[in-house]
């Protein structure tokens, strides 16, 4: 019995470290070198306690760069239209619980498992950016055109075109595509969000599998006078 309870100690340490490493340890240690430019974007961070998401405001530039979404259906074009919502997750939770009503047991343990991945993306009108979910990050104009491009490469796509998910959406303003790479808990949606946030030249914590961890790590490694979640 003892020693279950040192081997059950032991992980819980483990455990702990890599938590604390994730937080507080940049990465990457060293920024990347962006062109030189005093020109900047605004992006927001978006929250729910077990997920986040990337919101770009829908300018030309955006717009332009995800064209090829509006096959799909995507009305990114609609009136009050602002920003777009991209989310990278496990396909059966993600599209199988829209609230927590929703839940189910399959869903939760292939989330805790491994699953195929997909991203949930959402035409959004005004967000209000002094929401406690919301957090506004600023980077170069260049970050943000290198985190479009790794946002875009995060779609699995057939002749060009992302990959819809018919019948897969929430409502008549989101709409779900089939995603790269496989799912599971240590390797998740808050881990993707960080590394895109890495891609627009932004530090984050070297692992990130909360939202909270990621809300600890931005404030601590790069910018702590912005809102927190």
């Known amino acids: 019995m003892r020693r279950v309870l040192r081997a059950l100690s032991a992980g819980f340490l483990l455990v702990l470290v890599a938590l604390g490493l994730g937080t507080f340890v940049p990465r990457p240690l060293v920024a990347p070198s962006l062109a030189a430019s005093t020109e900047t974007r605004e ?3 978006l929250s729910n306690p077990i997920h986040t998401d990337i919101a770009l405001t829908l300018d ?3 717009r332009a760069a995800f ?8 009305p990114i074009g609609m009136p009050g239209a602002a920003y777009l919502v991209f989310g990278w997750g496990g396909r059966s939770f993600y599209i199988e619980t829209p609230t927590w009503g929703d839940l189910k047991p399959l869903p939760v343990l ?3 498992t491994l699953d195929r991945s997909v991203m949930h993306v959402e035409v959004a009108g005004p967000i209000d ?6 957090r506004v990050l600023s980077v170069s104009a260049e970050g943000r055109r290198r985190m479009i491009a790794a946002i875009r490469d995060s779609f699995q796509r057939d002749g060009g075109l992302p990959l819809v998910i018919e019948g897969a959406a929430y409502g008549l303003d989101d709409a779900f ?4 790479g496989g799912f599971n808990a ?3 949606c808050n881990t993707w969000t960080a590394a ?3 891609q627009g030249g932004l530090t984050t914590g070297w692992w990130t599998p909360l939202p909270q961890l990621l809300d600890w790590s931005v404030p601590r490694i790069d910018s702590p006078e912005s809102t927190h979640f």
């Open 196 to 198: 895109m946030l890495r």
């Open 60 to 62: 030309d530039e955006v």
């Open 177 to 180: 595509f089939q995603a790269r």
């Open 110 to 112: 292939r989330a805790l």
């Open 67 to 74: 064209a090829d979404l509006t096959p799909s259906g995507l």
């Open 129 to 134: 950016r002094g929401h406690k979910a919301v």
């Open 43 to 45: 992006i927001l961070l």
């Open 186 to 188: 240590l390797a998740g």
